[in-house]
Protein backbone atom coordinates (compact mmCIF):
# COMPACT_ATOMS: atom_id res chain seq x y z
CA UNK A 1 0.00 0.00 0.00
CA UNK A 2 2.59 2.46 1.05
CA UNK A 3 4.87 1.52 -2.51
CA UNK A 4 1.67 1.95 -4.51
CA UNK A 5 0.65 5.51 -2.90
CA UNK A 6 4.28 6.52 -3.25
CA UNK A 7 4.36 5.59 -6.90
CA UNK A 8 1.05 8.33 -7.58
CA UNK A 9 3.00 10.47 -5.92
CA UNK A 10 6.13 10.08 -8.03
CA UNK A 11 3.87 10.45 -11.25
CA UNK A 12 2.44 13.60 -10.48
CA UNK A 13 5.45 15.48 -12.15
CA UNK A 14 8.65 13.74 -13.84
CA UNK A 15 11.77 14.24 -12.41
CA UNK A 16 9.68 16.04 -9.16
CA UNK A 17 10.42 14.20 -5.77
CA UNK A 18 7.30 15.08 -2.99
CA UNK A 19 8.23 15.39 0.54
CA UNK A 20 5.65 12.78 1.70
CA UNK A 21 7.05 10.39 -0.57
CA UNK A 22 10.61 11.00 0.77
CA UNK A 23 9.13 11.04 4.32
CA UNK A 24 7.59 7.61 3.68
CA UNK A 25 10.13 5.88 1.87
CA UNK A 26 12.56 6.78 4.81
CA UNK A 27 9.69 5.57 7.28
CA UNK A 28 11.34 1.99 8.55
CA UNK A 29 14.72 4.52 9.50
CA UNK A 30 12.32 6.88 11.47
CA UNK A 31 10.59 4.21 13.70
CA UNK A 32 14.66 2.71 13.87
CA UNK A 33 15.75 6.09 15.80
CA UNK A 34 12.26 6.53 17.56
CA UNK A 35 13.27 2.71 18.67
CA UNK A 36 16.62 3.67 19.72
CA UNK A 37 15.41 6.91 21.37
CA UNK A 38 13.21 4.70 23.59
CA UNK A 39 15.68 2.04 24.50
CA UNK A 40 18.54 4.82 25.84
CA UNK A 41 15.21 6.74 27.34
CA UNK A 42 14.75 3.70 29.40
CA UNK A 43 18.47 2.91 29.88
CA UNK A 44 19.45 6.74 31.40
CA UNK A 45 16.12 7.09 33.64
CA UNK A 46 17.32 3.40 35.31
CA UNK A 47 20.56 4.43 35.60
CA UNK A 48 19.59 7.29 37.13
CA UNK A 49 19.74 9.90 35.17
CA UNK A 50 17.46 12.71 35.72
CA UNK A 51 14.71 13.49 32.75
CA UNK A 52 16.13 17.33 32.07
CA UNK A 53 19.26 15.52 31.17
CA UNK A 54 17.37 12.84 29.05
CA UNK A 55 15.03 15.35 27.43
CA UNK A 56 17.88 17.49 26.38
CA UNK A 57 19.74 14.44 24.77
CA UNK A 58 15.97 13.49 22.71
CA UNK A 59 16.01 17.10 21.62
CA UNK A 60 19.51 17.29 20.23
CA UNK A 61 18.80 13.56 18.69
CA UNK A 62 15.57 14.75 17.05
CA UNK A 63 17.32 18.11 15.63
CA UNK A 64 20.13 16.16 14.31
CA UNK A 65 17.94 13.60 12.73
CA UNK A 66 15.75 16.73 11.34
CA UNK A 67 18.67 18.35 9.95
CA UNK A 68 19.82 15.36 7.94
CA UNK A 69 16.28 14.83 6.93
CA UNK A 70 16.50 17.84 5.33
CA UNK A 71 19.59 17.95 3.70
CA UNK A 72 19.07 14.50 2.54
CA UNK A 73 16.04 15.23 1.14
CA UNK A 74 17.41 18.23 -0.98
CA UNK A 75 20.12 16.51 -2.13
CA UNK A 76 17.91 13.95 -3.56
CA UNK A 77 15.61 15.98 -4.86
CA UNK A 78 17.96 18.04 -6.75
CA UNK A 79 19.24 15.04 -8.00
CA UNK A 80 16.64 14.00 -9.28
CA UNK A 81 15.38 17.23 -10.75
CA UNK A 82 18.72 17.07 -12.85
CA UNK A 83 17.62 13.70 -14.62
CA UNK A 84 14.11 15.31 -15.14
CA UNK A 85 15.40 18.44 -16.82
CA UNK A 86 17.43 16.04 -19.13
CA UNK A 87 14.38 13.68 -19.84
CA UNK A 88 12.64 17.13 -21.06
CA UNK A 89 15.69 18.03 -23.56
CA UNK A 90 16.20 15.19 -24.64
CA UNK A 91 14.03 13.24 -27.57
CA UNK A 92 15.42 9.84 -26.88
CA UNK A 93 14.70 9.23 -23.41
CA UNK A 94 16.27 5.50 -23.76
CA UNK A 95 19.52 7.18 -24.21
CA UNK A 96 19.48 8.65 -20.35
CA UNK A 97 22.06 6.26 -19.09
CA UNK A 98 24.31 8.04 -21.47
CA UNK A 99 22.99 11.69 -19.62
CA UNK A 100 22.63 10.70 -16.42
CA UNK A 101 24.36 13.32 -14.20
CA UNK A 102 26.98 11.56 -11.84
CA UNK A 103 26.60 10.68 -7.72
CA UNK A 104 28.59 10.32 -5.08
CA UNK A 105 26.26 7.18 -4.11
CA UNK A 106 27.25 3.82 -5.07
CA UNK A 107 23.48 2.92 -5.50
CA UNK A 108 23.30 5.78 -8.16
CA UNK A 109 26.48 4.64 -9.44
CA UNK A 110 24.93 0.90 -9.75
CA UNK A 111 21.32 1.74 -11.26
CA UNK A 112 23.26 4.57 -13.89
CA UNK A 113 25.21 1.29 -14.74
CA UNK A 114 22.29 -0.87 -15.07
CA UNK A 115 20.30 1.26 -16.67
CA UNK A 116 23.14 1.87 -19.61
CA UNK A 117 23.50 -1.97 -20.35
CA UNK A 118 19.52 -2.26 -20.48
CA UNK A 119 19.44 0.32 -22.77
CA UNK A 120 22.12 -1.02 -24.76
CA UNK A 121 20.48 -3.79 -25.42
CA UNK A 122 17.28 -1.70 -26.53
CA UNK A 123 18.96 0.35 -29.12
CA UNK A 124 20.71 -2.72 -30.50
CA UNK A 125 16.41 -4.30 -30.32
CA UNK A 126 15.27 -1.25 -32.31
CA UNK A 127 18.41 -1.24 -34.76
CA UNK A 128 17.31 -4.56 -35.73
CA UNK A 129 13.52 -3.88 -36.10
CA UNK A 130 14.44 -0.45 -38.05
CA UNK A 131 16.75 -3.18 -40.63
CA UNK A 132 13.98 -5.54 -40.65
CA UNK A 133 11.47 -3.30 -41.11
CA UNK A 134 13.85 -0.97 -44.38
CA UNK A 135 14.11 -4.11 -45.81
CA UNK A 136 10.39 -4.68 -45.78
CA UNK A 137 9.75 -1.48 -47.01
CA UNK A 138 12.21 -1.51 -49.78
CA UNK A 139 10.98 -4.93 -50.63
CA UNK A 140 7.64 -3.45 -51.25
CA UNK A 141 8.23 -0.98 -52.59
CA UNK A 142 10.19 -3.03 -55.29
CA UNK A 143 7.40 -4.97 -55.75
CA UNK A 144 4.62 -1.77 -56.17
CA UNK A 145 7.03 -0.82 -58.76
CA UNK A 146 7.37 -4.04 -60.93
CA UNK A 147 3.67 -4.62 -60.27
CA UNK A 148 2.51 -1.32 -62.05
CA UNK A 149 4.46 -2.53 -65.48
CA UNK A 150 1.92 -5.60 -65.80
CA UNK A 151 -1.00 -3.51 -64.75
CA UNK A 152 0.10 -0.57 -66.86
CA UNK A 153 0.32 -3.16 -70.10
CA UNK A 154 -3.48 -4.38 -69.31
CA UNK A 155 -4.97 -1.04 -69.54
CA UNK A 156 -2.66 -0.14 -72.72
CA UNK A 157 -4.53 -3.23 -74.18
CA UNK A 158 -7.82 -2.71 -73.09
CA UNK A 159 -7.91 1.01 -74.95
CA UNK A 160 -6.06 -0.68 -77.94
CA UNK A 161 -8.81 -3.11 -78.22
CA UNK A 162 -11.39 -0.97 -77.90
CA UNK A 163 -9.83 1.53 -80.44
CA UNK A 164 -9.27 -1.60 -82.73
CA UNK A 165 -12.73 -2.13 -82.70
CA UNK A 166 -13.35 1.30 -83.44
CA UNK A 167 -11.12 1.33 -86.30
CA UNK A 168 -10.85 -2.16 -87.50
CA UNK A 169 -8.57 -3.28 -90.11
CA UNK A 170 -9.81 -3.28 -93.54
CA UNK A 171 -9.75 -7.08 -95.11
CA UNK A 172 -6.84 -6.92 -97.47
CA UNK A 173 -4.02 -5.60 -94.61
CA UNK A 174 -5.35 -8.44 -92.18
CA UNK A 175 -4.98 -11.04 -95.37
CA UNK A 176 -1.51 -9.29 -96.07
CA UNK A 177 -0.65 -9.56 -92.10
CA UNK A 178 -1.27 -13.15 -92.07
CA UNK A 179 0.61 -14.14 -95.01
CA UNK A 180 3.46 -12.73 -93.50
CA UNK A 181 3.41 -15.05 -90.52
CA UNK A 182 4.93 -18.40 -90.37
CA UNK A 183 3.91 -21.60 -89.55
CA UNK A 184 5.19 -21.17 -86.57
CA UNK A 185 3.12 -18.20 -85.19
CA UNK A 186 -0.63 -19.96 -86.59
CA UNK A 187 -1.61 -19.68 -83.09
CA UNK A 188 -1.16 -15.61 -83.33
CA UNK A 189 -2.23 -15.60 -86.36
CA UNK A 190 -5.72 -17.38 -84.96
CA UNK A 191 -6.12 -14.76 -83.04
CA UNK A 192 -6.14 -12.16 -85.12
CA UNK A 193 -9.22 -14.15 -87.24
CA UNK A 194 -12.91 -12.03 -86.68
CA UNK A 195 -14.30 -12.96 -83.25
CA UNK A 196 -17.36 -15.11 -82.62
CA UNK A 197 -20.00 -13.22 -80.54
CA UNK A 198 -21.78 -9.63 -80.63
CA UNK A 199 -19.14 -7.00 -80.71
CA UNK A 200 -21.43 -5.76 -77.74
CA UNK A 201 -20.90 -8.60 -75.58
CA UNK A 202 -16.78 -7.87 -76.15
CA UNK A 203 -17.22 -4.29 -75.65
CA UNK A 204 -18.01 -5.12 -72.54
CA UNK A 205 -15.79 -7.63 -71.57
CA UNK A 206 -13.46 -5.28 -72.19
CA UNK A 207 -14.78 -2.57 -70.28
CA UNK A 208 -14.68 -4.57 -67.15
CA UNK A 209 -11.23 -5.90 -67.85
CA UNK A 210 -10.37 -2.28 -67.59
CA UNK A 211 -12.59 -1.74 -64.60
CA UNK A 212 -10.65 -4.79 -62.56
CA UNK A 213 -7.43 -4.21 -63.56
CA UNK A 214 -8.48 -0.37 -62.72
CA UNK A 215 -9.20 -1.47 -59.25
CA UNK A 216 -6.07 -3.66 -58.72
CA UNK A 217 -4.24 -0.22 -59.50
CA UNK A 218 -6.15 1.46 -56.97
CA UNK A 219 -5.20 -1.07 -54.34
CA UNK A 220 -1.68 -1.11 -55.39
CA UNK A 221 -1.39 2.75 -55.11
CA UNK A 222 -2.99 2.58 -51.88
CA UNK A 223 -0.26 -0.41 -50.83
CA UNK A 224 2.36 2.24 -52.05
CA UNK A 225 1.30 5.63 -50.83
CA UNK A 226 1.01 3.51 -47.26
CA UNK A 227 4.67 2.24 -47.10
CA UNK A 228 5.95 5.89 -47.84
CA UNK A 229 3.35 7.85 -45.51
CA UNK A 230 6.31 7.93 -42.84
CA UNK A 231 8.86 9.47 -45.42
CA UNK A 232 6.99 11.95 -47.53
CA UNK A 233 9.87 14.30 -47.62
CA UNK A 234 12.05 11.77 -49.57
CA UNK A 235 9.23 12.00 -52.60
CA UNK A 236 7.85 15.87 -52.16
CA UNK A 237 7.74 18.69 -54.46
CA UNK A 238 6.48 21.95 -53.36
CA UNK A 239 5.24 23.92 -56.61
CA UNK A 240 1.74 25.77 -57.47
CA UNK A 241 -0.97 23.29 -58.51
CA UNK A 242 -4.04 24.06 -60.01
CA UNK A 243 -6.95 21.91 -58.13
CA UNK A 244 -9.24 22.23 -61.03
CA UNK A 245 -6.90 20.25 -63.63
CA UNK A 246 -5.95 17.92 -60.39
CA UNK A 247 -9.36 17.05 -59.42
CA UNK A 248 -10.59 16.51 -63.55
CA UNK A 249 -7.54 14.27 -63.60
CA UNK A 250 -9.03 12.39 -60.33
CA UNK A 251 -12.31 11.66 -61.94
CA UNK A 252 -10.66 10.80 -65.55
CA UNK A 253 -8.64 8.54 -64.04
CA UNK A 254 -11.72 6.71 -62.36
CA UNK A 255 -14.16 7.14 -65.20
CA UNK A 256 -14.59 3.94 -66.08
CA UNK A 257 -15.52 3.18 -62.28
CA UNK A 258 -17.70 6.31 -62.28
CA UNK A 259 -19.88 5.24 -65.57
CA UNK A 260 -20.45 1.75 -64.61
CA UNK A 261 -22.24 3.46 -61.39
CA UNK A 262 -23.64 5.91 -63.38
CA UNK A 263 -22.60 8.67 -61.13
CA UNK A 264 -22.58 12.20 -62.15
CA UNK A 265 -19.83 14.37 -61.49
CA UNK A 266 -19.33 18.13 -61.30
CA UNK A 267 -15.87 19.69 -60.71
CA UNK A 268 -16.10 23.71 -60.25
CA UNK A 269 -12.53 24.65 -58.49
CA UNK A 270 -12.48 27.62 -61.26
CA UNK A 271 -8.77 29.14 -60.92
CA UNK A 272 -8.00 28.41 -57.84
CA UNK A 273 -4.42 27.16 -56.79
CA UNK A 274 -2.35 25.91 -53.94
CA UNK A 275 1.08 25.60 -52.86
CA UNK A 276 1.15 21.61 -52.43
CA UNK A 277 2.63 18.28 -53.69
CA UNK A 278 0.16 17.75 -56.62
CA UNK A 279 1.21 13.60 -56.85
CA UNK A 280 -0.18 13.60 -53.03
CA UNK A 281 -3.32 15.20 -53.38
CA UNK A 282 -4.16 13.52 -56.32
CA UNK A 283 -4.09 10.34 -54.69
CA UNK A 284 -6.07 11.92 -52.03
CA UNK A 285 -9.11 12.95 -53.87
CA UNK A 286 -8.70 9.48 -56.23
CA UNK A 287 -9.58 7.83 -52.64
CA UNK A 288 -12.23 10.37 -51.91
CA UNK A 289 -13.69 9.97 -55.13
CA UNK A 290 -13.48 5.85 -54.64
CA UNK A 291 -15.14 6.41 -51.60
CA UNK A 292 -18.34 8.49 -52.69
CA UNK A 293 -18.38 5.59 -55.65
CA UNK A 294 -18.64 3.01 -52.49
CA UNK A 295 -21.34 4.72 -50.85
CA UNK A 296 -23.35 5.94 -53.64
CA UNK A 297 -26.95 6.77 -53.71
CA UNK A 298 -29.17 4.40 -55.01
CA UNK A 299 -30.37 6.86 -57.90
CA UNK A 300 -29.15 10.10 -58.96
CA UNK A 301 -25.62 9.42 -57.55
CA UNK A 302 -23.60 12.67 -57.97
CA UNK A 303 -20.49 14.01 -56.89
CA UNK A 304 -18.91 17.77 -56.79
CA UNK A 305 -15.81 19.12 -56.43
CA UNK A 306 -15.78 22.67 -55.75
CA UNK A 307 -12.57 24.87 -54.46
CA UNK A 308 -14.06 27.98 -52.15
CA UNK A 309 -11.09 30.84 -51.67
CA UNK A 310 -10.51 32.46 -48.02
CA UNK A 311 -8.89 35.10 -46.35
CA UNK A 312 -5.90 32.71 -45.00
CA UNK A 313 -6.34 29.39 -47.50
CA UNK A 314 -8.51 27.59 -49.97
CA UNK A 315 -11.19 24.89 -49.06
CA UNK A 316 -11.45 22.12 -51.53
CA UNK A 317 -14.40 19.95 -51.07
CA UNK A 318 -15.90 16.79 -52.23
CA UNK A 319 -19.62 16.29 -51.80
CA UNK A 320 -21.53 13.34 -52.69
CA UNK A 321 -25.43 12.87 -52.11
CA UNK A 322 -24.77 9.07 -50.52
CA UNK A 323 -25.65 7.29 -47.78
CA UNK A 324 -23.81 9.51 -45.03
CA UNK A 325 -22.26 8.79 -42.17
CA UNK A 326 -24.02 8.61 -38.70
CA UNK A 327 -23.49 11.55 -36.04
CA UNK A 328 -22.05 9.29 -33.73
CA UNK A 329 -19.51 7.66 -35.91
CA UNK A 330 -18.32 10.86 -37.62
CA UNK A 331 -15.43 11.55 -35.08
CA UNK A 332 -14.07 7.98 -35.75
CA UNK A 333 -14.09 7.79 -39.42
CA UNK A 334 -10.34 8.97 -39.76
CA UNK A 335 -9.36 6.10 -37.61
CA UNK A 336 -6.86 3.11 -38.82
CA UNK A 337 -9.52 0.04 -39.89
CA UNK A 338 -13.03 1.50 -38.86
CA UNK A 339 -15.41 1.06 -41.16
CA UNK A 340 -18.75 1.98 -39.24
CA UNK A 341 -22.60 1.07 -40.25
CA UNK A 342 -22.13 1.14 -44.28
CA UNK A 343 -18.68 -0.41 -43.90
CA UNK A 344 -20.20 -3.34 -42.46
CA UNK A 345 -22.52 -3.58 -45.29
CA UNK A 346 -19.73 -3.55 -47.86
CA UNK A 347 -17.49 -6.74 -47.32
CA UNK A 348 -15.05 -5.04 -49.79
CA UNK A 349 -14.76 -2.29 -46.63
CA UNK A 350 -11.11 -1.81 -44.70
CA UNK A 351 -11.32 1.64 -43.21
CA UNK A 352 -7.72 2.24 -44.58
CA UNK A 353 -8.75 4.70 -46.91
CA UNK A 354 -9.54 7.88 -45.15
CA UNK A 355 -6.92 6.77 -42.83
CA UNK A 356 -4.63 7.65 -44.94
CA UNK A 357 -5.75 10.41 -46.54
CA UNK A 358 -5.98 12.11 -43.14
CA UNK A 359 -2.08 10.64 -42.31
CA UNK A 360 -0.71 12.24 -45.97
CA UNK A 361 -2.58 15.31 -45.36
CA UNK A 362 -0.80 15.84 -41.96
CA UNK A 363 2.10 15.25 -43.50
CA UNK A 364 1.48 18.06 -46.15
CA UNK A 365 0.22 20.39 -43.80
CA UNK A 366 -3.40 20.42 -44.93
CA UNK A 367 -6.62 19.89 -42.37
CA UNK A 368 -8.97 17.54 -43.51
CA UNK A 369 -12.82 17.46 -42.22
CA UNK A 370 -15.75 15.43 -42.87
CA UNK A 371 -19.41 16.74 -42.39
CA UNK A 372 -22.34 14.66 -43.03
CA UNK A 373 -25.94 14.02 -42.35
CA UNK A 374 -27.14 10.26 -42.43
CA UNK A 375 -28.93 9.25 -45.42
CA UNK A 376 -28.01 12.34 -47.01
CA UNK A 377 -24.71 12.21 -48.20
CA UNK A 378 -21.19 13.56 -47.00
CA UNK A 379 -19.02 16.48 -47.60
CA UNK A 380 -14.62 16.16 -47.49
CA UNK A 381 -13.34 19.44 -46.63
CA UNK A 382 -9.63 19.87 -47.58
CA UNK A 383 -8.12 22.96 -46.46
CA UNK A 384 -5.10 24.42 -47.63
CA UNK A 385 -3.25 27.15 -45.59
CA UNK A 386 -1.19 30.14 -47.57
CA UNK A 387 1.12 31.65 -45.71
CA UNK A 388 1.61 35.33 -45.05
CA UNK A 389 4.80 35.43 -47.51
CA UNK A 390 2.55 34.12 -50.23
CA UNK A 391 -0.38 36.57 -49.06
CA UNK A 392 1.32 39.65 -48.98
CA UNK A 393 3.28 38.93 -52.51
CA UNK A 394 -0.01 39.34 -54.07
Same mark, same amino acid.
Not at 4 to 15: F, I, N, P, V, Y
Not at 106 to 111: A, F, V
Not at 169 to 172: A, I, K, N, T, V
Not at 263 to 278: P, S
Given at each position: MIR !????? =? +???? =??SLPFGAFLKDRLLLFLLHITCMLILTSYLLLTGYPWDSCALILICWLLILTAWTLYDYHDRKTYFSKIGHVLDKVDQRFLLGELM? !??????????REMIRRSNKSVIERIRRVEEE? *???????DSWVQEIKAPITSISLMCE???AERRYP =?? +??EKAGRADRMNENDAGWAQADCPETGAPENQNAAIRQIALENQKVENYVDMALYYARSDEVYKDYVIRETDLQTTAEEAVLKNKYYLIQN?????????? =? $????? *?KWILFILNQLILNCTKYRAKENARIRITAKALPNGVHLLVEDNGAGIKKEELPRIFE $? !??? !????? $?NDRATGMGLYLCRKLCGKLGIEIDARSEYGNGTCIVLEFPISSYVINEA
Open positions: !GAMKK =E +LHRE =EGP !GSPRIEDRLYQ *RESREYSNRR =ES +LSQIQVEVRCGE =E $KVYTD *R $K !GFT !GTNGR $K
